[in-house]
């Protein structure tokens, strides 16, 4: 089974601060590899698919990165809405669909 | 507009059976892979398998096989997810979501399930 991890798992930012999120594979996916955005009580809501392209209606402000094993979510300027848990999914086969543990983004 | 909505809540006791629904609309539901993923309270998502309405091919998360059985009646654009005896531990927000080549999406509003005597 393919393992995801994420890193860190909290991360406190400010508004207008660059942050970023880290996942990684414990084998290769390719670029297959999701970003979820979910806030509290609130079904999760897809950001980026094949590792960096933006899902439509998504603000430019968020980008992801990478292929093989490791990824990267990043924004380039934290706002007030960003305040959210973060999931990367990776979706190499059809027969697992693993999440990684997820990255609270909470205000410093 | 591509849409999925869950059934409501639902509390149960220990060792009742139980079904949820997830109903498409605004696609053709038919051609697409329908998942479910399991939110306990306080932790992440969990993937526990999907479904092809158009012939019903399932497949399961190691962690979820034989714990639970998913279904579809394409007659209706319904996809399910039932329990035959259910557990304290089955305490958690059920969601379906679409699968698509970019991942799920859209999700339904989830269905909280509550096990508990």
């Known amino acids: 089974d393919i393992q995801m991890t994420q890193s860190p798992s909290t991360l406190s930012a400010s508004v207008g601060d660059r942050v970023t999120i880290t996942c990684r594979a414990s084998q290769s996916i390719s670029s297959w590899l999701a970003w979820y955005q979910q806030k509290p009580g609130k079904a999760p809501k897809l950001l980026i698919y094949?590792?960096?392209s933006l899902e439509s209606g998504v603000p430019s402000r968020f980008s992801g990165s990478g292929s093989g094993t490791e990824f990267t979510l990043t924004i380039s300027s934290l706002q007030p809405d960003d305040f959210a848990t973060y999931y990367c999914?990776?979706?190499?086969?059809?027969?697992?669909?693993?999440f990684g543990p997820g990255t609270k983004v909470d205000i410093k | 507009e591509v849409q999925l909505v869950q059934s409501g809540a639902e509390v149960k006791k220990p060792g009742e059976s139980l079904k949820i629904s997830c109903k498409g609309s605004g696609y053709s539901f038919t051609s697409y892979w329908i998942g479910w993923v399991r939110q306990m309270p306080g932790k992440g998502l969990e993937w526990m398998g999907i479904?092809?309405?158009?012939?019903?091919?399932?497949r399961y998360s190691p962690s979820f096989q034989g714990q639970v059985t998913i279904s579809a009646d394409k007659s209706i654009s319904t996809a399910y997810l039932q329990w035959s005896s259910l557990k304290a531990s089955d305490t958690a927000m059920y969601y379906c979501?679409?699968?698509?080549?970019?991942?799920?999406?859209?999700w339904g509003q989830g269905t909280l399930v509550t096990v508990s005597s």
């Open positions: 479904i092809y309405p158009g012939d019903s091919d399932t």
């Open positions: 999914q990776q979706y190499n086969s059809y027969s697992q669909f693993t």
């Open positions: 094949k590792a960096s």
């Open positions: 979501a679409r699968l698509t080549g970019h991942g799920f999406d859209p």
